[in-house]
């Protein structure tokens, strides 16, 4: 069955640097990766899609990419400050071609002043 | 800016019990979802809805679960005897598109379930 495998160390970074988060999968390809946003006791909100057939995807501070080698995508927030503090989930298609997002358990993100 | 609204916020139950949750999608919306999120683990793909009916449910999903849109707004999520282990947040979403076009769900605050 698919995997999705995000670090689940959180990950500790200064305000002003460069965040990079990642998320792996195994077996078939996504036909698309996307990233949410989630913080405690809420629902997630959706932040970037990007497809299969796509290497890279920007909107404002975010980037992310996608490598069906590797099977990775990478999540970058530039410029970080202490409000981007929350969990960030990766999620993919689930097989069988009914394309509804499958989340990974998402790694916390800790933006210190 | 629309939004997917979810009662009640938080509801207690004693095991056995049936509980129904309620969810508002985005008015415009044609896809439904239900997720649950085990406190500390994954957000867990439960059930979609398409045109009045199930499209798609993960195992999770057995007999004691069921859906249902009465009318032309509301979403339920019936769970008809509880357990222990439904003790979860439940998140409802929806899209605009089929997630093949799209895939952007928009969730909403989520309905939190302690089973006791």
């Known amino acids: 069955s698919q995997k999705i495998e995000q670090n689940s160390e959180a990950l500790n970074i200064q305000e002003g640097k460069t965040a990079t988060l990642t998320c792996n999968y195994t077996?078939?390809?996504?036909?698309?990766l996307q990233w949410y946003r989630q913080d405690p006791g809420r629902g997630p909100v959706f932040l970037l899609l990007i497809r299969e057939n796509e290497k890279e995807k920007r909107k404002e501070r975010l980037k992310v990419t996608f490598d069906t080698t590797l099977k990775q995508s990478l999540f970058h927030i530039t410029a970080s400050q202490p409000a981007d503090s929350a969990t960030y989930l990766c999620a993919l298609d689930i097989p069988g071609g009914s394309y509804i997002p499958t989340f990974g358990r998402g790694t916390s993100l800790i933006v210190h002043p | 800016e629309p939004e997917v609204t979810q009662t009640p916020s938080h509801q207690v139950t004693q095991m056995g019990q049936e509980v129904i949750l309620r969810c508002v999608p985005i008015s415009n919306h044609l896809y439904f979802y239900w997720y649950r999120q085990i406190l500390g683990q994954k957000v867990e793909f439960l059930v979609s809805?398409?045109?009045?009916?199930?499209?798609?449910k993960s195992e999770i999903f057995d007999d004691q679960f069921s859906v249902e849109r009465p009318d032309g707004s509301n979403f339920t999520l019936k769970i008809r005897s509880t357990k222990l282990e439904d003790s979860a947040m439940y998140f409802c979403?929806?899209?605009?598109?089929?997630?093949?076009?799209?895939?952007?769900?928009?969730f909403g605050e989520g309905s939190r379930l302690t089973v006791l």
């Open positions: 077996n078939y390809s996504p036909a698309y």
């Open positions: 809805f398409y045109n009045n009916e199930i499209s798609e």
């Open positions: 979403a929806s899209s605009e598109d089929d997630p093949q076009n799209t895939g952007e769900l928009f």
